[in-house]
């Protein structure tokens, strides 16, 4: 029997562009003697189209991006009711990223719509996204991390003098101000004095109404991959040579100025111990499917956690399959497991 799968890419987010390029290597790389894939694009205004089911890969996105008479209702489009009345997917595999995607909401329809999926649950995707309550997480499962704090923008607006006080005697120079829920490192600055931190805060907040602020450090930037459900496997730790002054939104898919190492030339002992903390995180947040654990690693070998994302970049050439490849597990066979702990997440449930 082959496995009905619903793949769900585009969304609105910054990250539209790249889920489109994703999903065409996902398609490539899916076994089509094994899985019946239909395709679901969400437009940048957030509407759903469907296409009909595929029978060979796409040779470009332009053919991915349906018209308007495809446009369904999310419900009707993750569950094939109008196609066939009562058919179900095996699988919807959500292939996007950042709020609308990867934060929870759509995983919460899935839910209710009782279909299983790829990936984190609604509990996982929604505090993974929003990095204060994340780091709220690490903090109480013992996990090291930079000082931090958080402001909401009202508080801010009512008095911007005491925020930015607060800041300077919290978390002091330089620090990162960062939007709570997003990615891609929209929005994010590095600030080394006030007039520094006046703009980050104005720039954060036009993104979200809550922000970050973390203590800066300089270090080296390694990231695992984890997959699994409750016995996650790490992979080796790879990392991200960024040439500028911080992996900044340009350098990710811009200007491509950055490289990756895989694995990392970390110590044996320093590899072991990122393998447990990305565990743990994993761990902390309930996350099930898959995971990218971001740490910072000072020259004197302290490790600090930064974050988990809970839809990592997914192309060929993203962190998340490489580090998979590195450590035994080729790209087809990634998505294959994906959906197997999809599936398995599901039933262990009923
Ligand atoms: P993504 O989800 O794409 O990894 P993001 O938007 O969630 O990114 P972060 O990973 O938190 O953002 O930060 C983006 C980058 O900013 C980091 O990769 C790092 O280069 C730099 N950075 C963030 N926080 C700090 C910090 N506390 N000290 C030093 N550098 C930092
Ligand atoms: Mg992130
Ligand atoms: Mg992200
Ligand atoms: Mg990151």
Same mark, same amino acid.
């Given at each position: ?69 495809? !446009? $369904? ?6 569950? @094939?009711?109008?196609? &066939?009345?009562? *058919?179900?997917? %095996?699988? /919807? ?17 899935? !839910? $209710? ?6 990936? @984190?649950?609604?509990? &996982?995707?929604? *505090?993974?996204? %929003?990095? /204060? ?218």
């Amino acid at each position: 029997m082959k496995i009905k799968l619903c793949l769900l890419f585009g969304g609105k987010s910054a990250e539209h562009e790249v889920s489109l390029q994703t999903a065409k290597a996902v398609i490539k790389a899916l076994d089509l003697t094994k899985f019946d894939i239909d395709p679901v694009f969400i437009t940048k205004d957030g509407e759903w189209r469907k296409g009909a089911s595929l029978s060979a890969p796409v040779e470009d996105v332009k053919e991915l991006q349906f018209g308007q008479q495809s !446009e $369904v209702s999310p419900a009707e489009a993750m569950t @094939n009711v109008p196609a &066939a009345p009562g *058919a179900t997917y %095996d699988i /919807v595999f959500p292939l996007l990223h950042g709020p609308n995607g990867e934060d929870g909401t759509v995983q919460g329809l899935l !839910e $209710v719509l009782n279909v299983p999926y790829v990936g @984190n649950g609604v509990l &996982a995707s929604s *505090a993974g996204m %929003d990095k /204060v309550i994340m780091k709220n997480l690490f903090r109480d499962a013992g996990l090291p991390q930079v000082n931090y704090t958080s402001f909401i923008r009202s508080a801010w607006e009512q008095d911007r003098e005491v925020s930015y006080l607060k800041t300077e005697e919290e978390i002091g120079y330089p620090c990162f101000i960062k939007p709570a829920n997003l990615g891609s490192s929209v929005g994010i600055s590095k600030c080394t004095n006030r007039a520094e931190l006046e703009a980050g805060f104005e720039e954060a907040f036009q993104f979200d109404r809550k922000i970050v602020i973390e203590q800066g450090v300089k270090a080296r930037e390694i990231e695992l991959g984890v997959i699994g459900n409750d016995f996650p496997e790490v992979s080796v730790p790879g990392e991200i040579v960024a040439k500028k002054d911080f992996y900044d939104y340009k350098s990710k898919y811009v200007d491509g100025d950055s490289v990756m190492v895989i694995p990392a030339e970390l110590s044996e002992g320093l590899t072991e111990e990122l393998q447990r903390m990305a565990k743990k995180a994993f761990q902390t947040v309930d996350c099930s499917g898959l995971v990218r654990a971001d740490f910072f690693v000072t020259e004197d070998n302290q490790i600090f956690i930064n974050e988990i994302n809970t839809m990592p970049g997914f192309t060929p050439y993203s962190m998340f399959p490489l580090l998979w490849e590195n450590t035994g597990v080729a790209y087809a066979e990634l998505i294959e497991k994906l959906v197997q702990f999809g599936i398995g997440r599901y039933q262990e449930k009923q």
